[in-house]
């Protein structure tokens, strides 16, 4: 997203671009998936003063204006990512805690039966499904 089309964003809903908010923002979009603190750390390589509660606020703020989204990879902290990109799976390691990503579609069926039965509808955004990754499984990471 450009600086002008964040700024734009902002200003509709009557806030403004802080150097903050556009920082935090660049920092999520070139981790891909980061922690609030894996994103405090990037900001601060830039901007010393900026505290983590700076950082949480900013994240809420930009997952309200729908530019990042998260989803819990851990019984850590939310893992955030750009909300722009296609949606995806999120697929974790336990062993390594590598993280990959796979298309929604291998879920079409039981996300389909689980409307059908339950009336429950699943936001693919927030699934992640936890084991082993092949590497792992195959001793490739000793």
Not at 43 to 61: F, P, S, W
Not at 64 to 86: I, N, Q
Not at 123 to 132: K, W
Request: proline residues 3%.
């Amino acid at each position: 997203m450009s600086e002008s089309s964040l700024a734009e964003m902002l200003r509709a809903r009557g806030l403004r671009l802080t150097a903050q908010r556009q920082l935090v923002l660049q920092a999520v979009l070139d981790l891909g998936h980061a922690t609030p603190e894996q994103v405090h750390t990037a900001v601060r390589e830039v901007a010393a003063g900026v505290n983590i509660t700076t950082i949480y606020r900013t994240l809420e703020l930009l997952e309200r204006l729908g530019l990042v989204t998260h989803t819990h990879l851990s019984h850590g902290s939310p893992t955030y990512h750009a909300a722009g990109e296609h949606q995806h799976v999120h697929l974790v390691c336990r062993d390594c805690g590598a993280i990959d990503e796979i298309d929604p579609e291998l879920l079409g069926p039981l996300v389909d039966q689980l409307a059908a039965q339950r009336g429950f509808r699943v936001d693919i955004g927030h699934v992640s499904l936890f084991g082993v990754c092949g590497r792992c499984e195959n001793g490739d990471h000793k």
